[in-house]
């Protein structure tokens, strides 16, 4: 029910009539009404500005922000900005929730601990190394003071350490660190059980494909994916890692059909679940695309390889692995099509992403100029080639790649593995060309020695 307008009861006490009536009673007896109603809009104007003078004085009370909801909101964006693939937005949000953590709740509290791991994650992604041990190793110490060292908690994060390690080449501390996360997910209770022994299972298969044991990684990629299958089903994000995991190990492997059958999967997972330009779907066109290289099919490959290209740059720049192996399909097509100036353009493109990701001591750097060395191969004995002035020739460069991935495989895969044996073979054969026999000569003896080697202590 509305209040009526208060009574003059005429001492100091009373309460003044509405203004709008006393103005008005005023103005009807001395002023022209339309003076008189300029007055009341201007009195009108007044008082609506000091009521909004009031609310500001009130705003930055009600305003103020709570640091721990705030850094909820902006672990949230975090999430939401990598699952939509935008990476470089991710870690500007990844840096900010730390920040916040450590406001909200101080350096030892478990939301610094998960911003910590959440910052370096995406740094790893964008092949930024600089600072992600320590913060890895700090969200470790916490999680483990908090939950205990054998906590699923504490597990995650060294997942993430170790695939860290891996994308530096400390391979031996990245296999121990993958055992220990393995072997505490198995035992942990929960619902998430299985798909922790999943991932921990899907990271030492991709382990040992990077150090060329294919056969055990295959067998690890298939235990992967049947528990991923049994529990997510074969549209699911998860299972499309595996499919897709699978298809680069077949390829390997030397069975294509199998590859591509596989690669296929992981690319219409990916298309339904996160769209087609996502960076996973492009991850999956790259892998199509050196499958068609493999198998000449050249025209096919190039649109595909093309459209990954533009997605990965978007999402990464040049210097990551993703790129990487994308410029080098793109560098053998372009040698296929008699393209060789493009074709150098993006040897060199391929190399210097692969160096930035993984470093000059890595096998997948092995592999990448490897594989530049044989597009050098096929340049030089082109007629139509013509090296840059003032350039290596081509031989030249294979030579010396060659020479660099044989050192880096037998360094890091053995000196009688199959790669570093194909790699010297090719070497001692450019050696020939060369007229360097002494050279070639040694390369031989080292194949010889190191085959026997292995025969006498077989693993």
């Not at 591509?260 to 960076?279: K, W």
């Not at 997948?364 to 191969?377: C, G, N, S």
Request: net charge neutral; with cysteine.
């Amino acid at each position: 029910m509305s209040e009526s307008p208060p009574t003059d009861t005429g001492g100091d006490d009373r309460k003044p009539a509405p203004a709008e009536n006393w103005f008005g009673s005023l103005f009807s007896r001395q002023l022209p009404r339309s003076t008189a109603l300029l007055l009341i809009a201007g009195a009108a104007t007044l008082s609506v500005l000091a009521a909004w003078l009031q609310i500001s004085r009130q705003t930055p009370q009600k305003r103020q922000i709570d640091p721990q909801a705030a850094w909820v909101e902006m672990a949230d964006r975090v999430k939401a900005l990598k699952s939509a693939g935008r990476y470089g937005e991710a870690i500007k949000a990844a840096e900010t929730a730390v920040r916040l953590a450590e406001q909200a709740y101080g350096p030892d509290h478990p939301a610094m601990a998960e911003s910590l791991n959440e910052l370096g994650q995406q740094m790893v992604a964008q092949s930024r190394f600089e600072g992600v041990e320590r913060m890895y190793q700090r969200s470790l110490a916490i999680q483990s003071r908090l939950t205990g060292s054998e906590s699923p908690e504490a597990a995650h994060v060294a997942n993430n350490l170790a695939q860290f390690y891996e994308k530096l080449g400390r391979f031996e501390e990245a296999g121990g660190l993958y055992e220990r996360t393995l072997a505490i997910y198995r035992k942990a209770p929960g619902g998430d059980q299985e798909a922790n022994v999943a991932l921990a299972l899907n990271n030492i298969a991709c382990l040992e494909d990077t150090l060329g044991n294919h056969e055990d990684a295959a067998r690890i990629h298939r235990q992967a994916l049947a528990i991923r299958e049994q529990l997510f089903g074969p549209a699911d994000i998860a299972t499309a890692e595996s499919y897709g995991n699978l298809a680069a190990n077949a390829r390997e492997r030397g069975d294509l059909e199998a590859a591509e059958r596989d690669q296929r999967r992981a690319l219409s997972v990916r298309e339904r679940t996160v769209g087609p330009t996502h960076p996973l779907t492009a991850s999956s066109l790259s892998g199509l695309a050196r499958l068609m290289v493999a198998r000449k099919e050249i025209a096919a490959a190039d649109p595909i390889a093309l459209g990954a290209l533009a997605i990965q740059r978007k999402a990464y720049g040049l210097g990551h692995t993703a790129s990487a192996a994308t410029l080098e399909t793109l560098a053998l097509i372009r040698g296929e099509q008699g393209e060789f100036e493009t074709a150098r353009r993006y040897a060199e493109q391929a190399l210097a992403s692969r160096l930035k990701a993984n470093g000059p001591k890595h096998p997948r750097t092995a592999d990448t100029m490897d594989a530049i060395a044989m597009l050098f191969v096929r340049l030089d004995a082109s007629e139509k080639s013509k090296p840059v002035e003032g350039q290596p020739s081509d031989r030249d460069a294979a030579v010396r790649l060659l020479e660099k991935a044989s050192e880096i495989r037998a360094a890091v895969i053995g000196p009688a593995h199959p790669k570093t044996i194909a790699s010297l073979r090719s070497l001692a054969e450019l050696y020939k060309k060369a007229d360097r026999k002494d050279d070639a000569a040694k390369v031989e003896t080292r194949i010889s020695d190191a085959l026997a080697a292995s025969e006498k202590n077989p693993k």
